[in-house]
DNA sequence: ATAGACTTGTCAGCTATTGGCAAATATACT
DNA sequence: AGTATATTTGCCAATAGCTGACAAGTCTAT
């Protein structure tokens, strides 16, 4: 299960030397609940990222691409036709 | 929201000149449900694609990419870093 | 062994989705 | 007009899935 969220999440926040009980409050949820979601088994919700964004001191789309990234890739994962309906995806945006 | 898989649906199932009535219990569910699913107010289960493809004539992959394809466009409509989501699963599924 | 950081498990409560039915609408035919 | 058939819509109970909250667990260092 596809995880570079969390992982860039709990990446950030050990180079601000945080740990997960000063950062939870700010996102309003305990420790277990923030561990998980860095372990990515369960899910942050939209407007916690741009909370996460500032308090790791991180780019705010960066977090948002990479959590976007997952949720489509977890989507895909094991479907035979998955670059197919990428590509299709894909090229129905360009075509407006 | 995006809906290829039920249009397409809809227009195999008139080609084959067939009424929601003769392929709705082939799926085991009523009209209503058929219905809902062609205008995509509710979702067909992922082993109902195939008996939908035999029922329909119609490619089992063609039909399953479809359905993957509205899956990932609703998934990502509205989100401003849809591209760079959509182009970071793609490099990441190539390194494989 | 005590303390601190993190993880794991559980589970009641909440939310979203589904299945099934009934009623409404649409279209065609007489 | 009315009748018949096809499709759509609305509703809601039942189900499935997710979340929040807490407790208990592991791990590491002192």
């Known amino acids: 299960m596809a995880n570079q ?9 050990e180079q601000q030397k945080l740990f997960l009980r000063q950062v939870a409050p700010k996102l309003e949820m305990d420790t277990a609940q923030l561990s998980k979601i860095e372990k990515g088994l369960r899910q942050v919700k939209k407007d916690q990222i741009s909370i996460l ?21 977890n989507l895909i994962e094991g479907e ?3 670059d197919e309906a990428l590509k ?8 407006k």
Do not use: C, I, Y
């Open 5 to 13: 969220f969390g992982e860039r999440v709990r990446q950030l926040r």
């Open 53 to 73: 964004s500032n308090v790791l001191k991180a780019d705010r789309n960066e977090l948002s691409t990479l959590w976007l990234a997952d949720q489509v890739a």
């Open 80 to 82: 035979p036709m998955a």
């Open 88 to 95: 299709m995806v894909l090229k129905n945006r360009k075509n």
